[in-house]
């Protein structure tokens, strides 16, 4: 009895979404549609994440990733990542305080050394004054990239055994994911990608490996809160089998 209570539970556990990441793309085709700018598409993409953050609170959603530059966005014209920067302070400096009283915590991941003075101060201060809030973590990875993390976390780890604090042969994935961006937040149930293409383009790669991967035609600043309760909906319909067999998962056999 309390096995199938457990195998119940368990199975309930695998289908609940409580993390989701989203890589937020097509802002640039978004603005070129409608003749304006590249950065006019980014600010409208600024609109996306404050629609979104709402209604990942509303469908009780723990822990929201979002991506919103990589290692490879470096690559951009000069003045495209200027802006980007600016908009980003500016954005911090805005939606936190709304945030904060929304009960959101928020966390920035990503490679800080690349970024700009101005934006480092006000990713510190938004993160004191949200520090207490638990109602949803709220991750945006800036100067993020999947190979960067797992390269960072390796050099932690090396230094550990260097240091003696831990032998080679007692090194495990626990490990690493305990050195990773996400430690601590789980790895996502859910990752979606707007803007057409079916690709993680670096993402985070440690984290998302049974991770439900959802691709949508929608540019970014489209994005609704309806199409992502049907993301969220039709989860529940997948079966998440992490390598075992349909049988084994639906507790038809043990
Ligand atoms: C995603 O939108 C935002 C960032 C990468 C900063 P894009 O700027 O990549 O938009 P598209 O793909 O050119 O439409
Ligand atoms: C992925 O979008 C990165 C972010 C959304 C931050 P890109 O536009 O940079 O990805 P690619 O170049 O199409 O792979
Ligand atoms: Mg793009």
Redesign the pocket.
């Known amino acids: 009895m309390a096995d199938q209570a457990d195998k119940t539970s368990q199975q309930h556990e695998t289908l609940v979404v409580r993390h989701v990441a989203i890589?937020?793309?097509g802002n640039g085709r978004w603005a070129k549609k409608r003749k304006l700018p590249r950065h006019a598409g980014h600010k409208a993409g600024v609109n996306a994440v404050r629609r979104t953050v709402e209604a990942c609170v509303e469908l009780g959603i723990r822990t929201l990733t979002l991506?919103?530059?990589?290692s490879?966005?470096w690559g951009r014209p000069r003045e495209e990542i200027q802006k980007l920067m600016a908009l980003f302070v500016e954005a911090l400096n805005k939606q936190v305080p709304e945030l904060n009283e929304q009960g959101v915590r928020l966390t920035i991941i990503g490679d800080r050394e690349q970024l700009p003075a101005d934006l480092v101060r006000q990713i510190e201060e938004s993160e004191a004054m949200t520090a207490d809030n638990d109602r949803l973590n709220l991750v945006v990875?800036v100067a993020y990239g999947g190979r960067w993390d797992i390269v960072n976390a390796c050099k932690c780890l090396a230094r550990q055994v260097a240091d003696g604090e831990l032998s080679v042969e007692d090194l495990d994935e626990s490990h690493l994911t305990a050195q990773m961006q996400l430690a601590g937040l789980g790895d996502p149930d859910l990752f979606i990608r707007t803007?057409g293409?079916s690709?993680i383009?670096n993402?985070l790669l440690w984290n998302l490996a049974y991770t439900e991967l959802y691709f949508s035609e929608s540019l970014w600043p489209d994005f609704e809160q309806k199409e992502l309760e049907a993301m969220v909906g039709s989860f529940h319909e997948r079966e998440r089998r992490y390598g075992k067999t349909s049988e084994q998962v639906s507790g038809d056999h043990a």
């Open positions: 890589v937020m793309d991506f919103a530059f990589s490879e966005n990875a803007g293409a690709r383009s993402f």
